[in-house]
Nanobody
Framework: QVQLVESGGGLVQAGGSLRLSCAASGRTFSTYAMGWFRQAPGKEREFVAAISRSGGTTTSADSVKGRFTTSRDNAKNTMYLRMNSLKPDDTAVYYC???????????????????WGQGTQVTVSS
């Protein structure tokens, strides 16, 4: 089992940057593909970005391409989401998730993930 804890959320002005972290418990972090999702008030949870087990493959939603970058440090059991050029539409609770997958695969559907963090709030003011 994997426990995930997000951190790094907060209030930022439009155009600003934040870096979210997702710390995982256990010694099997590198066996999981990881992802970021977000949920804004009144909206469904949506895919943001994903990264393969080794970190060699990443994918992201069109809405954040060129602005958000996900990475991971398997030695530290941590995944990151660097968010630049933030917009008010990026305001949401951000969740990290872990799922079993082949080595080079990324997972972009929430149903593919087995473990979820509790979320961290990101608020972008205009």
């Amino acid at each position: 089992q994997v426990q995930l804890v997000e951190s790094g959320g907060g209030l930022v002005q439009a155009g600003g940057s934040l870096r979210l972290s997702c710390a995982a418990s256990g010694r099997t972090f590198s066996t999981y593909a990881m992802g970021w999702f977000r949920q804004a008030p009144g909206k469904e949870r949506e895919f943001v970005a994903a990264i393969s087990r080794s970190g060699g493959t990443t994918t992201s939603a069109d809405s954040v391409k060129g602005r958000f970058t996900t990475s991971r440090d398997n030695a530290k059991n941590t995944m990151y989401l660097r968010m630049n050029s933030l917009k008010p539409d990026d305001t949401a609770v951000y969740y990290c998730a872990a799922g079993l997958a082949p080595v080079a695969a990324t997972l972009s559907h929430s149903s593919e993930y087995h473990y979820w963090g509790q979320g961290t709030q990101v608020t972008v003011s205009s």
